[in-house]
């Protein structure tokens, strides 16, 4: 007799990971699929990182005792309110094993981070996407109108994972107060250190008067360290202890808290490389929409190409030209599914920007 799967994890989507790029003839190839940060490791990394694996024969503190210190610091929160676990994502599994039962039902954007499906649906949850609004922004007003009594979660990703686009804070404020109080609210800001907009939402504001609300931060992108896999979460003291309770033991490695305090100490030479990127951002948005391309604002180191029915054509163009961007293929040939396809293009090194455009001028 075969062993029983679960049926909801037999019927789970698969995550697609951006693909690495395909060499060509006489072109450096370049990876722009998984908005990884192109800088290498900030300064005092590498030989902090060195340290740490020479005891590598020792479990990991399970605490993340001084890396949950540092970033406590460095945010204005209490330790006792920040849970850590192997990437943002992996916290957000923790968040919704705590608070999720068979049949419940969380509340989303569509479309948003690909992966929230996957984690609604593994504490057998049921997911409500609601479909974003016209230029690719959350419809606050629809996703409150979504809430039942049956909703336990509600998940915000600002900026919008893949389209760019923040909530505002104002907005934001506006939503919470229509959240019942038992309804965990995650606001995802994975993107956070890539923002300039001053109306843009402020996660950690909310949690003085809005205990229900929970802010998801990485150290993957912005920091670079997307190969150590660190995220957090900041909450209440009370929902923080519950997840840590579901957390799984010595999940951050010793080298990754190790990379963490180091790459808080750079914070200096971060905030230049992210000033960088946004530099170069705003010339990629520039040239698509001067290219005839309805691209959205984004706020962080990526854009969106909408590219409906001809998403899959397009992708392969930039394959073409050695570029590996991720494609969102439609489902279906709705106006709302044509809608929600397109391209997330990350933001890159300098020649593989200029490429981009290059290749954007000719798709039609």
Not at 201 to 212: H, S, V, W
Not at 302 to 330: D, K, N, Y
């Amino acid at each position: 007799m075969a062993v029983r799967i679960r049926p909801v994890v037999a019927g789970l989507p698969a995550y697609r990971a951006g693909r690495p790029p395909q060499a060509r003839p006489g072109l450096t190839p370049y990876k722009l699929s998984s908005n990884e940060n192109p800088f290498p490791p900030l300064p005092g990394v590498m030989a902090a990182v060195e340290a740490a694996a020479r005891s590598m024969n020792r479990y990991p503190d399970a605490g993340n005792s001084a890396i949950a210190e540092g970033v406590a610091a460095r945010l204005g929160v209490d330790a006792e309110q920040v849970v850590f676990g192997t990437g943002s994502v992996a916290v957000l599994y923790q968040l919704l094993q705590t608070v999720c039962e068979p049949g419940d039902e969380v509340v989303h954007a569509w479309r948003s981070f690909e992966a929230y499906p996957i984690a609604v649906q593994l504490p057998g949850a049921v997911g409500v996407p609601v479909p974003l609004t016209a230029d690719a922004r959350h419809d606050l007003d629809a996703m409150a109108a979504a809430i039942t009594d049956r909703t336990r979660a509600v998940l915000v990703c600002t900026p919008n994972n893949p389209t760019g686009p923040v909530v505002t804070h104002d907005e934001l404020v506006r939503f919470c107060r229509r959240v019942p109080p038992e309804v965990m609210v995650v606001v995802d800001e994975a993107y956070v250190e890539f923002v300039r907009d001053d109306d843009a939402a402020r996660g950690l504001d909310l949690l003085a008067e809005f205990a229900n609300v929970v802010v998801l931060r990485t150290f993957s992108k912005a920091y670079g360290l997307a190969g150590f896999r660190v995220g957090f979460s900041v909450s209440e003291p009370g929902l923080a202890e519950a997840v840590r309770a579901v957390t799984l033991p010595f999940g951050v490695s010793s080298v990754a808290q190790a990379a963490v305090l180091a790459s808080l100490e750079a914070e200096q030479e971060l905030l230049a490389r992210v000033d960088a990127l946004v530099a170069a951002r705003t010339e990629l948005l520039t040239g698509l929409r001067g290219a005839g391309h309805p691209v959205p604002d984004t706020q962080a180191n990526f854009v969106w190409l909408p590219a409906g029915s001809r998403t899959a054509e397009w992708a392969g163009a930039f394959e073409q030209a050695a570029l590996t961007v991720r494609p969102f293929t439609p489902t279906g040939t709705s106006p709302a599914e044509l809608a929600a396809a397109g391209l997330r293009i990350s933001v890159g090194e300098p020649e593989a920007n200029a490429r981009v455009l290059e290749v954007a001028a000719g798709l039609r």
